[in-house]
Nanobody
Framework: VQLQAFGGGLVQAGGSLRLSCAAS????????MGWFRQAPGKEREFVAA????????NLAQGVKGRFTVSRINAENTVYLQMNSLKAEDTAVYYC??????????????????WGQGTQVTVSS
C-alpha cells in the first residue's frame, strides 16, 4: 500500500488543522492505521492509531482531548483532526499502515508502510 499525507501547514497556537492520509490499493480496510510525528532532534513518537474498521482508537496521552483520529474506508483515507494546537505539536507528521488490523499499535516497528510526512508548524 502506498500512503500520501497532506494537510500540514503553519497555524497559530490554539488553532486547528486536519491531516489526511490517502492510501492506494484495494486492501485499505485490512490495515490498522497510525499517525506519528518527529520533531527536529527527537525520535519519532506515536500520536494516534485506529483499527481497521474505525471502531477503536488510541491516542497518545499528550494529545488526548485535542486530537481525534478517524477513517473512511470507502475513500481509502484516514484523518487526524488536531485542535487546540500547541507549539510543542510542531513536527513532521507521518501516517503509517500496520498489518495488525485489529489492534492499535503504538510502536513504529509494527508499521510496514509509511507516508512521506507533512510539516505542521505551530507558532506561539
Amino acid at each position: 500500500v502506498q500512503l500520501q499525507a497532506f494537510g500540514g501547514g503553519l497555524v497559530q497556537a490554539g488553532g486547528s488543522l486536519r491531516l489526511s492520509c490517502a492510501a492506494s490499493g484495494r486492501t485499505f480496510d485490512t490495515y490498522g492505521m497510525g499517525w506519528f510525528r518527529q520533531a527536529p532532534g527527537k525520535e519519532r513518537e506515536f500520536v494516534a492509531a485506529i483499527n481497521w474498521s474505525g471502531s477503536n482508537t488510541n491516542l497518545a496521552q499528550g494529545v488526548k482531548g485535542r486530537f481525534t483520529v478517524s477513517r473512511i474506508n470507502a475513500e481509502n483515507t484516514v484523518y487526524l483532526q488536531m485542535n487546540s494546537l500547541k507549539a510543542e505539536d510542531t513536527a513532521v507528521y507521518y501516517c503509517a499502515a500496520s498489518s495488525y488490523a485489529l489492534t492499535m499499535q503504538t510502536a513504529p516497528h509494527y508499521y510496514s508502510y509509511w507516508g512521506q510526512g507533512t510539516q505542521v508548524t505551530v507558532s506561539s
